[in-house]
């Protein structure tokens, strides 16, 4: 009964490769998102999606691209896998209008991103 | 824009004693909400506890309560009753105009020592 899953957990590549990564909520939100966390611990957000409508794009280089087939589901593609790309990533889902002016986001466990 | 402060890289507690962690923001939002997660180092990240901006009393989830002072722009987290458990990283966050867009401080690891 996992709430934000994410596949795989780890993933270790070589400088070049494509590579994705899939997010599933099973909550029932309408909103996910796509947070990187560097080697410091540092946390910012990268895209978010409102019912497979792309709400927020950060400054990202355009080799990170999100999907979103439907609203329980945030994929992000990967092209050409540089060295400081390796950092953890994060799916997390969150439901606006949810009765809360801002409501909590819920995480995913994370996916460690290593490029070689 | 908006920007979380946390002054404190590491804090030190004992088991069962209270510890507070802090956390300064900075916003030209006048409506906006505060968050708290931690990050244990199995690298989830769990949601403890919010505070809204107009919200006239502290938060409170358990253990867990948000010591809110709008006038000073904090927002510090007080853990009572410390437990070996809540050795973690701890992150501030707020949100404001942009919906969703959640910004974090960086964060401040706690060791609850027996």
């Known amino acids: 009964d996992t709430a934000v899953s994410q596949t795989p957990k780890y993933l270790v590549t070589q400088m070049g490769n494509d590579k994705s990564i899939k997010c599933e909520q099973n909550l029932g939100h309408d909103t996910m998102y796509w947070y990187k966390q560097d080697s410091k611990k540092f946390l910012k957000i990268m895209f978010s999606y409102n019912n497979k409508e792309l709400i927020i794009n950060e400054t990202v280089p355009n080799r990170f691209s999100p999907k979103s087939p439907d609203k329980a589901h945030l994929n992000l593609h990967i092209n050409s896998l540089e060295l400081g790309d390796s950092a953890v990533y994060f799916c997390a889902s969150s439901q606006e209008g949810g009765g809360l002016p801002y409501e909590a986001q819920y995480f995913g466990p994370g996916t460690r991103l290593l490029v070689l | 824009a908006q920007k979380i402060t946390q002054t404190q890289p590491g804090m030190f507690v004992q088991e069962k004693e209270a510890v507070t962690l802090d956390c300064t923001y900075d916003t030209s939002d006048q409506s906006y909400g505060l968050f708290w997660y931690k990050q244990p180092s199995s690298g989830e990240m769990i949601f403890l506890i919010y505070q809204g901006s107009y919200d006239e009393q502290n938060a409170t989830e358990g253990r867990y309560s948000l010591n809110f002072q709008k006038a000073r722009k904090s927002a510090n987290l007080v853990i009572s009753a410390s437990q070996l458990g809540d050795s973690a990283m701890y992150f501030c966050?707020?949100?404001?105009?942009?919906?969703?867009?959640?910004?974090f401080g960086r964060g401040t690891q706690l060791t609850v020592w027996p």
């Open positions: 966050a707020m949100m404001g105009s942009t919906l969703g867009r959640l910004y």
